[in-house]
């Protein structure tokens, strides 16, 4: 079968990889457009951008997908089925209906649970007792389409967004691969949605990182990881943004808020809890160990972190 790879993140790759090592063919693949960015503002081809490049296929890169040069480029691939991996944009109606066999989408939730951009992150900040993948018939609906295969896991204890972004991109590759084989033969088979049970991700903004210690310390936790990498849990300390690498909830009983700085170790006091910082990084620096910045911000026990992050 002839396949048009929409995708553009690292989480994306494997699942290019998997359909080019596939019986099937993918004619071209469409990425967001190249970025500027860094000191010398250079252009930055997106991650599936740059292995595409690597496997030799042809690469789509509109501004829009709404514009009609987009359609007439996806027209143009001859490609019986679009298959679509976190590309960043929704895809129109008159692209939707361009591919025979349509649209499939692999998406990081178990649908109708987290739909939207983020469900790795909201999935772990809700504290779920699993996570999963599914692949469906992308609708003009945010993921609203019906489901062909799906996959779920237990939700790793300690698990950033990140490091479970990356399992799920591994597992849902041979889940894609497999429903692209089913559409192929014949036997695929799309299942409705409930109508039960529908929770929304959208992308985690850096206000939405901000970090409160008012908050029982096991949803610290589960915040500070499900925004790492991005975009990073924050919080404010003496006027200083510090970002947060995971912590470690602790069975200890301090005012919310309140700092206890030893040789090794800071700790900030919750709700309920407390917890261990590792890794902190202020604005414009590296990041550093928790105690390596006390130590050199001259941090003391019984500070509190500013009002703003209670």
Known sequence: MRILFAGTPRAAVPSLEALHGSPHE????????????????????????????????P????RSLR???????IAACGAELAVIVAYGGLVPPEALAVPPHGWVNLHFSLLPRWRGAAPVQHAIA????????????????????????????????????????QTLALDGAALLRSTVDDIAAGTAQAVPQPDEGVTLAPKLSVAD???????????????????TPAPG?????????????????????????????????????CATGAVRLGQVQPQ???PMA????ARGARLSSGMLVDEASL
């Open 67 to 73: 514009e009609p040069e987009a359609v007439q480029q």
């Open 59 to 62: 690469l789509l890169q509109p």
């Open 290 to 293: 928790a105690a390596d910045y």
């Open 209 to 227: 990182a901000q970090v409160h210690f008012a908050q029982d310390a096991m949803v610290v936790d589960r915040m500070v990881r499900a925004a």
């Open 233 to 269: 849990a924050w919080f404010t300390l003496g006027g200083v943004r510090l970002k947060l690498g995971p912590v470690e909830p602790l069975n200890e009983n301090l005012p919310a808020g309140e700092l206890v700085v030893t040789k090794h170790d800071v700790v900030i006091g």
């Open 284 to 286: 414009g620096k590296r």
């Open 26 to 57: 993918v004619v071209a693949v469409l990425t967001r457009p190249d970025t500027r960015a860094g000191r010398g503002r250079g252009q930055h081809r997106s991650e599936v951008g740059l292995r595409a490049d690597e496997l030799g296929i």
């Open 126 to 165: 809700a504290g779920d007792e699993e996570i999963g993948a599914c692949t469906f018939r992308l609708e003009e609906g945010l993921d609203t389409g019906p489901v062909y295969r799906e996959l779920s896991i237990p939700m790793p204890p300690r698990a950033t967004s990140g490091e479970l972004l």
